[in-house]
């Protein structure tokens, strides 16, 4: 089945220690975005890449790292610099890149990371 | 950079109350998605709008995009317990705009309906 698959589902962290959050697409998709939601806030954009070896800062990206080796796969790390990391966390992909029309955005279930 | 500003963030209705929440951006938006989220659940694509005046329907759901392509809204009528949740929307910014490339997300309005 294609789709994009986020893992682990809950995480928890102590503090002080990185982690990474897991995002991989079979949809062949070009561009991927990694939100963060705390409640009533929205989606907020922590990173994005339109193309493999290439991606850019969001609204929120201290604190966070990314990577995008190959084009299924865009992982996120939350570093010991993010002061509040605790959150739900979500990856989305994209077929069209921006050059391009844009299509639906296609989100994965979401990891809720919860640092102690 | 370029925000999308939504409203209401809550709106509580009664079943069979029409409901709408509106997005506004400050800059001209390329083109606007509409996505639910189900409590407990990850957002779902409803929508997109490209041309300026845009509107489309799903049954009981109206969307619109504004002359300007600066806002946009959605209107449920007659809503049901199904349709709780959280409705966002998604601006695309042109290529000429420095956020060019980025989803940008409203707030999300949180709907709840009373049966």
């Known amino acids: 089945d294609g789709g994009i698959t986020q893992s682990p589902k809950y995480l928890f962290r102590k503090e002080g220690q990185n982690v990474t959050l897991s995002c991989e697409q079979n949809?062949?998709?070009?561009?991927m975005y990694w939100y963060r939601q705390d409640p009533g806030q929205g989606l907020r954009l922590i990173y994005y890449s339109q193309i493999v070896n290439d991606f850019q800062k969001g609204d929120i990206a201290e604190g966070y790292s990314v990577s995008r080796e190959k084009k299924e796969s865009f992982p996120l790390t939350v570093t010991s610099a993010q002061k509040n990391p605790t959150a739900f966390y979500l990856c989305a992909s994209m077929l069209g890149q921006a050059f391009r029309a844009s299509t639906e955005a296609f989100f994965g279930q979401g990891t809720r990371l919860t640092v102690v | 950079g370029q925000q999308v500003m939504q409203i209401p963030q809550y709106q509580h209705v009664q079943e069979g109350e029409d409901f709408t929440t509106y997005c506004n951006s400050s800059?001209?938006?390329?083109?606007i998605q509409w996505y639910k989220q189900r409590p407990g659940g990850h957002p779902v694509f409803l929508i997109q709008l490209v041309k300026s005046g845009e509107v489309k329907k799903q049954k009981r759901l109206t969307f619109q995009f504004g002359e300007a392509k600066k806002n946009s809204s959605l209107h449920i009528t007659a809503t049901q317990t199904t349709d709780v949740g959280t409705y966002f929307c998604a601006g695309r910014y042109a290529q000429k705009s420095t956020s060019y490339g980025k989803l940008t997300f409203g707030q999300g309005t949180i709907l709840t309906v009373h049966p």
């Open positions: 800059t001209t938006l390329s083109n």
């Open positions: 949809l062949n998709h070009d561009a």
